[in-house]
């Protein structure tokens, strides 16, 4: 009698041990590739939609934004293996081996994401969209130690009474010369540690009184210099180094600095114009014209959203729309940065919708 299929039986029972030890679980190596895959994803399409929205603009085609929900990754993975051996007490074959040794394999890999889009419509569009920026939370923005360059040049309309630029429906109105170079000032004092936002306690009910806070506890030469060319530019109180920070187009004080802001809808109608829309649609009537070149604002201007017939080769962000491809070069940095800040002001949107952040489950067996 031959021992051979016994021990047969027993390597290939190992063998198949062994290798289902190494499918035992699929969840540690998913968090790693999905996270970093849905994160690239999720910010490749919030780049494309953005940059539709601002294409829409110059040929009035309504906005739109729709927001990832919830991301629900499910997955699973069974597996089994059986071997079974038989040996017959009569050998009717004649072959003098009546043993018989049956092996079977079995798998089944599941794969099904679920994930939710949410409209941005109602009153989350009104707040998110059309309504202005909080002025907090720009302040918040600048003490955190975003440009004051990006902040107030994309983002307020005027400080005090001195207006910025504004891209209105048929016209284009420069901005004062004088507001400029108060967001420059802003600027230096921010490289300089010399300008902070202060938090008072607020009355029951009230949200914190913010204030801007101007020099510090010893100021250099320079930033005394430009806090005092500040002040005269603001007409602030120049025996103060604190000022009551309040929105409002119009200057409410020599101790009160009033932020007038945009709305996301004008920083988008603002880079929409630079846009290079082709011409046959200009001559056509189907887009509305952009705004011309100005060194009064330069940083605007560097703005660079182009369009090709063909899809572009190195791209940070591409769409196709109305037959063109719109497009941002990827070594155009002025223009990613600008794109990449308005990106972040729809963290600085007020929302008072309870947050859902993106969940990603991934059971396993």
């Keep these: 009698m031959s021992r051979f299929p016994s021990r047969g039986m027993a390597v290939l029972a190992a063998f198949f041990l062994v290798a289902l030890s190494g499918c035992a679980s699929i969840g540690p190596g998913k968090i790693v590739s999905e996270r970093t895959g849905y994160n690239a994803s999720i910010t490749e399409s919030w780049k494309q939609q953005i940059l539709l929205n601002i294409v829409k603009i110059r040929y009035v085609e309504p906005l739109f934004f729709v927001d990832v929900g919830d991301i629900v990754a499910a997955h699973s993975m069974e597996t089994g293996a059986n071997v079974g051996f038989s040996r017959s007490m009569f050998d009717l074959s004649g072959t003098g081996d009546s043993s018989k040794l049956d092996l079977g394999v079995s798998g089944r890999y599941t794969d099904r994401p679920t994930i939710t889009y949410r409209p941005l419509t109602g009153t989350a569009f009104r707040k998110g969209v ?19 360059r990006f902040l107030f040049t994309l983002s307020v309309r005027g400080i005090n009474g001195l207006r910025n630029e504004a891209h209105l429906p048929g016209a284009h109105v420069q901005g004062d010369s004088s ?8 600027s230096q004092l921010q490289i300089l540690d010399a300008v902070h936002v202060a938090s008072r306690e607020p009355d029951p009910g009230q949200e914190p009184c913010l204030s801007l806070v101007l020099g510090g506890r010893r100021p250099t030469a320079e930033a005394s210099g430009l806090i005092r060319e500040l002040q005269d530019l603001l007409d602030l109180d120049p ?7 309040t929105s409002g187009s119009l200057h409410q004080g020599r101790d009160v600095v009033a932020l007038q802001t945009y709305s ?17 649609d200009l001559d056509a009537g189907r887009a509305i014209p952009g705004v011309p070149v100005s060194e009064d604002t330069a940083m605007l201007d560097r703005i660079a959203v182009q369009s090709s017939p063909e899809k572009p080769g190195e791209a940070f962000a591409a769409v196709q729309y109305r037959g063109h491809w719109f497009w941002i070069d990827d070594h155009s940095l002025e223009t990613k940065r600008v794109f990449s800040f308005i990106m972040l002001a729809f963290t600085l949107l007020e929302d008072d919708r309870a947050f859902n952040a993106p969940q990603l489950t991934i059971p396993t067996q």
């Design 264 to 280: 996301l809808m004008q920083i988008l109608a603002a880079v929409a114009a630079r846009v290079q829309v082709p011409q046959d």
């Design 130 to 148: 059309i309504a202005p920026i909080p002025a907090r939370n720009l302040l918040l923005g600048l003490d955190s130690g975003i440009s004051a």
């Design 239 to 245: 025996g103060r180094d604190e000022y009551a920070v």
């Design 179 to 186: 507001f400029q170079r108060v967001v420059e000032i802003l």
